[in-house]
């Protein structure tokens, strides 16, 4: 029998890394998409509806997690053995502005989801992932951070995640839901969000480098995070659900950069070196060669409350779900810089 699995955020980074991985195991994939008023599909381009040529097979649903009785006729029609809940208001920055909006999909979302599992009489068939956070360590009580690791969120962000991580162990305990939170840190790639600092950063040089865009403006480049690739960290999901038991697990790589060395790194495989010049909202990244500003300051960027520093220990999903990413950070830029390279040489010659 064909296992069918459920993806929210289907058309986000991970939701597209992720139904491509559902399909190469041969499921049945309903991935849900969100109305929106101009096309979201563009990370989906190539996947078609219906059977694929391994026999697995793809649906797409509309469907939105502030919306209870869209999700449970999703989850009565398709009764799904396993759902991924990957959609989300994912933007940190962003949930300062929409707290509200944040809270309804990130944390009131995952109850949505469960309740209807439950209602729909799923509970002891349909596992469950939710998509928890690094975020919810904060203002972090232990270098690094472990399973154990105390929570101490920082954002509207990570509070909605924080509701929607106990919501997923309660209903684990309480109902006996195959229910696990992957808590991941941060992972990249060509698909990531161009409002995220990493893709920000190799879209904004390549683009420099193209002469498309004078300079990078940013926000607190110190803060310093483990950045991972999404395609590892979609394999991890997957391994969770795949388990004996239900467990939460941290994804990590272990090891942790500044915004700044990434900008720097990213600078010099363009063939440029940043020097920095002052300090605060005046410093600049100044090309040695040409003088040129590449890099300036921006509050705008800043957050409210920042989460200065991140770094994972995975011990665990190493050991037990016999997790390890392929990916190094180094593959992780280059995989990044050569597609944002090709897309800027693509926008110039359309120009
Ligand atoms: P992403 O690229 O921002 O994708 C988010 C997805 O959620 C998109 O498909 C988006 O649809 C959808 N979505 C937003 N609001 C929705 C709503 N109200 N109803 C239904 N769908 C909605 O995020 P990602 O990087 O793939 O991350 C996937 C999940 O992992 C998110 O829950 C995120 O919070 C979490 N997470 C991410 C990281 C990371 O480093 N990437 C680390 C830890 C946890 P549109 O395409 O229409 O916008
Ligand atoms: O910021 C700093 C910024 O927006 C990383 C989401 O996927 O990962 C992501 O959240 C750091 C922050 O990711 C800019 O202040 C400096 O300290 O790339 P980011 P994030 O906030 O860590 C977690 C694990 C998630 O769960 C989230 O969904 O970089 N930073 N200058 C900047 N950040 C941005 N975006 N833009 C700047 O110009």
Known sequence: ??????????????????????????????????????????????????????????????GDLTDSANIS????????????????????????????????????????????????????????????????????KEKPQRESTPFAPRSPYAIAKLYAYWTTVNYREAYGIFACNGILFNHESPLR??????RKITRGATRIRLGLQDKLRMGNIDARRDWGHAEDYVNGMFLMLQQSEPDDYVLATGEQRSARDFLELVFAKL???????????????????????????DPVFFRPTEVNYLCGDSTKA????????????????????????????REKNNN
């Open 1 to 62: 029998m064909m296992k069918t699995s459920l993806v929210t955020g289907a058309t986000g980074q991970d939701g597209a890394y992720l139904t491509r991985k559902l399909l190469s195991e041969g499921r049945r994939v309903c991935a849900m998409i969100r109305r929106t008023s101009t096309s979201n599909m563009s990370r989906l381009l190539g996947l078609r509806e219906g059977t694929q040529e391994n026999g697995s097979e793809l649906r797409y649903v509309t």
């Open 73 to 140: 006729r999703i989850l009565e029609e398709f009764e799904p053995d396993e759902v991924y809940n990957l959609a989300a208001q994912s933007d940190v920055r962003v949930s300062f502005d929409v707290p509200e909006y944040t809270g309804e999909v990130d944390g009131l979302g995952t109850l949505r989801i469960l309740e209807g599992i439950r209602g729909a009489g799923l509970a002891s068939k349909t596992r469950f992932y939710q998509a928890s956070t690094s975020e919810l360590f904060g203002d972090v």
């Open 193 to 198: 969000g161009e409002n995220f600092v990493t």
């Open 271 to 297: 063939d440029y070196e940043i020097v920095w010049q002052g300090s605060g909202v005046d410093e600049k990244g100044i090309d040695r060669k040409s003088g040129k500003v590449l890099v300036e300051i």
């Open 318 to 345: 190493r050991t037990k779900l016999g997790w390890k990413p392929r990916h190094t950070f180094h593959s992780l830029v280059e995989d990044m810089l050569a597609h944002d390279l090709a897309l800027a040489e």
